[in-house]
């Protein structure tokens, strides 16, 4: 069994660029695929990036994902980041079969 | 379109069960697995488990072995998910996921149902 850990919280201005970690605690993160979920306040969650690092027809190309085998994490990172992208941003992956998520990031904009 | 409605809020006492519903529509509901997540307020979100609607074969996450039973009607194209012996902790907001024809991520989501556990 292994973990994703994400930071707590993370904030930016707009305009600028922002990069969400989500580090595996054992085996590799090349292993197995990594998403990552958007959710807005009161919402269900949405794919912003699927298979480390690709997008759902409809994710604006400002958001991109990458993984790095040296760190053992995924990244998301968001560019010209508006206001509308303050949300919450889980990792996920599996082991085997089994779905894991990463704790979650809170971003803010400002 | 794919839409995936969840059944209403519940209010439960400790050590009762719960049976929350999600109806699929908008796609072939035996062709693609349906997760369970939840989320305690202002908590990350939990995976619990899957089903393929079409065997019915189930797998569930170590914590909830035991405890939790995913099943469905497939003349009805909805999948269930039941928690037993709730405690306070088990009180979250329960989502369904289909997962996506590339069996990575969680393309569809429920709308979420709120189960409160208190005496």
């Known amino acids: 069994n292994f973990m994703l850990t994400q930071p707590h919280s993370v904030s930016e201005s707009p305009g600028k660029t922002v990069t969400i970690s989500c580090t595996r605690s054992s085996g590799s993160i090349a292993s197995n695929y990594v998403q990552w979920y958007q959710q807005r306040p009161g919402s269900s969650p949405t794919t912003v990036i699927y298979?480390?690092?690709?997008?759902p027809s409809g994710v604006p190309d400002r958001f991109s994902g990458s993984i790095d085998s040296s760190s053992n994490s995924a990244s998301l990172t968001i560019s010209g980041l508006k206001t509308e992208d303050e949300a919450d941003y889980y990792c996920q992956s599996y082991d085997s079969s089994n779905g894991v998520f990463g704790g979650g990031t809170k971003l803010t904009v400002l | 379109q794919v839409q995936l409605v969840q059944s209403g809020a519940e209010v439960k006492k400790p050590g009762a069960s719960v049976k929350v519903s999600c109806k699929a529509s908008g796609y072939t509901f035996t062709s693609y697995d349906i997760n369970w997540v939840r989320q305690a307020t202002g908590q990350g979100l939990e995976w619990m488990g899957w089903m393929n609607p079409n065997s019915g074969n189930t797998g569930y996450a170590q914590k909830f072995q035991g405890r939790v039973t995913m099943t469905r009607n497939t003349s009805i194209s909805t999948a269930y998910m039941e928690l037993s012996s709730l405690r306070s902790e088990d009180t979250a907001v329960y989502y369904c996921a289909r997962l996506s024809s590339s069996w990575t991520d969680f393309d569809y989501w429920g709308q979420g149902t709120l189960v409160t556990v208190s005496s």
């Open positions: 298979e480390d690092n690709q997008r």
